[in-house]
T-cell receptor, first 112, second 115 residues
């Protein structure tokens, strides 16, 4: 069974600092890994998707890396802003079975 | 805009009183999912439909049922809600499910409160 762990569970950073969020997974047989954002009381929004053959994906201030062999992914958010305050969830898709396995999320507060 | 819509956003029900949550999509996606998410927990997949093909997770309680009458709509029925069923219920869709580049598109969720 795929286990996804996100550390730390919660963190606060001053505005302008770079954010580093970590995700680890136990089974390296994945199709892709995704990072989602969830605002309080809301649904999930997809931020970045990394296919299993890729090493990283970038979108604006966001960069996600994937090391499949070690079962790790890192989400970097450059020059954090108060609007980045949210919970970030990591999820992995196992081959062909439509099922995403989620971590519990990193709850981020960016202090103005 | 194409989207995933969930109604209602907040639902209050009484212990043991059946409740139905609804989800609709304008994306014309083949796959629809229902997740349960409790506070500070990971979303937990309850079941999904691949077109009309229903797929139940092994640990989904019998108290939870689902219907998909057509491509656009999917319903979650909780036959006898207990206090432990209070949670956010998330509906999601994906074009085909399981593709290398395929993500899931989530609705805003329905928060269920059981009194």
């Amino acid at each position: 069974k795929q286990e996804v762990t996100q550390i730390p569970a919660a963190l606060s950073v001053p505005e302008g600092e770079n954010l580093v969020l970590n995700c680890s997974f136990t089974d390296s047989a994945i199709y892709n890994l995704q990072w989602f954002r969830q605002d309080p009381g809301k649904g999930l929004t997809s931020l970045l998707l990394i296919q299993s053959s890729q090493r990283e994906q970038t979108s604006g201030r966001l960069n996600a890396s994937l090391d499949k062999s070690s079962g790790r992914s890192t989400l970097y958010i450059a020059a954090s802003q108060p609007g980045d305050s949210a919970t970030y969830l990591c999820a992995v898709l196992r081959g062909g079975n439509n099922r995403l396995a989620f971590g519990k999320g990193n709850q981020v507060v960016v202090i103005p | 805009d194409a989207m995933v819509i969930q109604n209602p956003r907040y639902q209050v029900t009484q212990f043991g009183k059946p409740v139905t949550l609804s989800c609709s999509q304008t994306l014309n996606h083949n796959v629809m999912y229902w997740y349960q998410q409790k506070s500070s927990q990971a979303p937990k997949l309850l079941f999904h439909y691949y077109d009309k093909d229903f797929n139940n997770e092994a640990d989904t309680p019998d108290n939870f049922q689902s219907r998909r009458p057509n491509t656009s709509f999917c319903f979650l029925d909780i036959r006898s809600p207990g206090l432990g069923d209070a949670a956010m219920y998330l509906c999601a869709t994906s074009p085909q499910g399981g593709g290398l580049q395929e993500t899931q598109y989530f609705g805003p969720g329905t928060r269920l409160l059981v009194l």
